[in-house]
């Protein structure tokens, strides 16, 4: 990979980030203590605080609630459905592991996950079971709900967020309003559906600590998702139970001892429902599986940070996301140790688990520091920045005294006015994208335009030369049962309808020399007659490259049989 081409060691950029970002906290935090020493709050005074806010019951605020679900739910139905190519890479990935899962009904047996089981396998099988169709549509339906479904996590966590400020009424409404915004404004951006344990982590997080009853069942919830998002997103699961060590640290110097109990509960629980749910074999290739992935997965993935403030490629992405993290760090230490403002302790210190809980995510935009996993990585981040501006910009309302229920009343019907053309613009690509108008005529139409979706032949998604590529490959296949791919084309296996005839159907993630010869032990079980080899994505190595064990293998017992438009099949000697 880039490491080992650029003699990078891959702790390098994780070290840099902890002494970019905390070398500056630690001196604003040590100035703040000597420079404002009468202002700061005492250790016992900033954990332990016995003043909790009720919830308010403000029936606005449900109204608004209403009319985000209403947002949420008006695309799933009037849109059009995305009928653009299908990616070969990516949406492959769960389509030939759900068609593994499907023929053998074996899970990490048969499938080496690169993300998570359920991300790259599960999820589709289940689209493919509720609609009753095995297609690329099914697999896509899922997603489009999936995302639909974090939307709403996401909303009702700003909602509950919001009553945890002492706002009055109408600046409650307001934060709704303008998180809200942002929230769906970040889904279409940044944050998808592999953060669904994570929300769920933070709107529990928020019932333990800014509430003074036990929360028993926020408490035991938080120690079953310490599996669940192992099983969701290896990634996600690695931040949120970091997440959980962290909240139960807090808990700790809170002395609320009896949430730290069900929470340990609810984990030991949850993995012994785990192993008891799976065979013993499966269990230990899903631990195998997952080590596997954390060991090699940044060395054979990653892409060297680009340094702030510098010209490369993605820096300005890269510096606007630390500023960010830095700024957020200097706004807690201010809100936690002084005295003068209003915000409740508890809520506080939820915001510093939130804080450390985007500090961890960012090491996404670390491990593979392009553009888009720079964002995703710094999504949490961004959001925290925003809630507390959405904070600062209500205080400053308030100081100036435009908070009488008068200036929202007078303003319902404009708020959701905006409101509707801010979240529709958010959401709704141009006639450029794949996707995507909202239509009355869709909405009438849904169930024929579901039917056909979902039962869209696979040719439809693909160009000329796969068609002529599957219809060859099926062909050569028919009496085999299964195939080998060695190109980085997830999706052929899927295409032609066989299982693979290793684990390995998505050759990306194989990446060790262990792996290598696990491929090879495999190959040696199964045989297969035919390999489909140097296909059309390279990235960012050849398999060739990247797998030189693999190839060697390969030449070695099997010759080109043809070369088939741009790709060559290799027969077995």
């Known amino acids: 990979g880039f490491y080992a081409k650029n003699n990078h060691h891959n702790f390098n950029d994780t070290l840099r980030y902890i002494l970019f970002v905390c070398c500056p906290l630690i001196v604003y935090f040590i100035s703040f203590f000597l420079l404002k020493k009468d202002e700061c709050k005492s250790l016992d005074k900033i954990f332990i605080?016995?003043?909790?806010?009720?919830?308010?019951?403000?029936?606005?605020?449900?109204?608004?609630?209403?009319?985000?679900?209403?947002?949420?739910?008006?695309?799933l139905f009037s849109i059009e459905f995305p009928k653009n190519k299908v990616d070969i890479f990516h949406e492959g990935v769960f389509l030939s592991g759900a068609l593994n899962f499907d023929i053998t009904n074996n899970?990490?047996?048969?499938?080496?996950?690169?993300?998570?089981?359920?991300?790259?396998?599960?999820?589709?099988?289940?689209?493919?079971?509720?609609t009753g169709s095995k297609s690329i549509g099914s697999m896509r339906l899922s997603s489009i709900f999936l995302e639909a479904f974090?939307?709403?996590?996401?909303?009702?966590?700003?909602?509950?967020?919001?009553?945890?400020?002492?706002?009055?009424?109408?600046?409650?409404?307001?934060?709704i309003v303008f998180l809200g915004m942002i929230s769906l404004y970040l889904i279409n951006k940044s944050i998808s559906f592999r953060y669904i344990p994570l929300i769920l982590f933070f709107i529990f997080s928020l019932n333990i600590l800014t509430n003074s009853n036990k929360n028993l069942i926020s408490s035991t919830s938080i120690g079953f998702l310490s599996i669940f998002s192992f099983l969701w997103s290896l990634e996600i699961g690695a931040y949120l139970n970091a997440s959980i060590f962290a909240l139960i640290i807090i808990l700790l110097f809170q002395k609320k001892y009896f949430n730290i109990f069900p929470i340990l509960l609810g984990l030991?629980?949850?993995?012994?429902?785990?192993?008891?749910?799976?065979?013993?074999?499966?269990?230990?290739?899903?631990?195998?599986?997952?080590?596997?992935?954390?060991?090699?997965?940044e060395l054979l993935n990653g892409i060297i940070h680009p340094q702030?403030?510098?010209?490369?490629?993605?820096?300005?992405?890269?510096?606007?996301?630390?500023?960010?993290?830095?700024?957020?760090?200097?706004?807690?230490?201010?809100?936690?140790?002084?005295?003068?403002?209003?915000?409740?302790?508890?809520?506080?210190?939820?915001?510093?688990?939130?804080?450390?809980?985007?500090?961890?995510?960012?090491?996404?935009?670390?491990?593979?520091?392009?553009?888009g996993h720079i964002s995703n990585g710094g999504s949490l981040?961004?959001?925290?920045?925003?809630?507390?501006?959405?904070?600062?910009?209500?205080?400053?309302?308030?100081?100036?005294?435009?908070?009488d229920k008068r200036f929202v009343k007078k303003r319902y019907l404009s708020i959701i006015l905006v409101l509707f053309v801010l979240v529709l613009y958010a959401n709704v690509k141009p006639p450029t994208g794949n996707i995507k108008t909202i239509s009355l005529e869709n909405l009438l139409n849904f169930k024929p335009r579901y039917q056909e979706f979902i039962k869209q032949e696979d040719s439809f998604y693909l160009d000329n030369n796969y068609v002529k590529l599957v219809e060859r490959l099926k062909y050569l296949t028919q009496n085999q049962n299964c195939f080998q791919v060695f190109t980085y084309e997830a999706i052929i296996t899927y295409l032609i309808k066989k299982k693979s005839c290793t684990k390995y159907y998505f050759l990306w993630a194989i990446g060790s020399k262990k792996n290598q010869l696990n491929f090879i032990e495999e190959m040696k079980l199964t045989k297969p007659n035919y390999i489909l080899y140097d296909g059309l994505y390279a990235w960012d190595f050849s398999p060739k490259e990247r797998f030189p064990y693999i190839d060697e293998y390969l030449n070695k017992h099997y010759k080109v049989g043809e070369k088939f438009l741009d790709w060559k099949i290799l027969y077995l000697k």
């Open 308 to 371: 702030p403030f510098f010209g490369e490629k993605n820096s300005s992405r890269a510096t606007k996301s630390l500023i960010i993290t830095i700024l957020n760090g200097i706004i807690l230490i201010e809100l936690i140790l002084s005295k003068k403002n209003k915000i409740p302790n508890n809520t506080k210190i939820f915001l510093l688990l939130f804080f450390i809980s985007a500090f961890f995510n960012y090491k996404s935009g670390l491990s593979r520091s392009d553009g």
């Open 268 to 297: 030991i629980i949850g993995w012994i429902i785990f192993y008891l749910l799976i065979s013993e074999k499966e269990f230990y290739e899903f631990l195998r599986n997952s080590l596997s992935t954390f060991k090699y997965h």
């Open 107 to 130: 899970l990490w047996l048969n499938s080496f996950a690169n993300s998570a089981i359920f991300y790259d396998v599960i999820n589709t099988k289940i689209a493919w079971m509720m």
């Open 150 to 175: 974090t939307s709403v996590l996401l909303i009702i966590f700003i909602f509950k967020l919001s009553k945890k400020f002492n706002f009055k009424e109408n600046q409650e409404i307001l934060s």
């Open 381 to 403: 981040n961004l959001f925290l920045f925003l809630i507390f501006v959405n904070y600062f910009f209500l205080s400053l309302i308030s100081y100036f005294k435009v908070n």
């Open 49 to 75: 605080d016995t003043h909790y806010i009720k919830n308010s019951n403000n029936f606005n605020s449900y109204f608004y609630l209403g009319i985000f679900f209403f947002l949420i739910l008006l695309p």
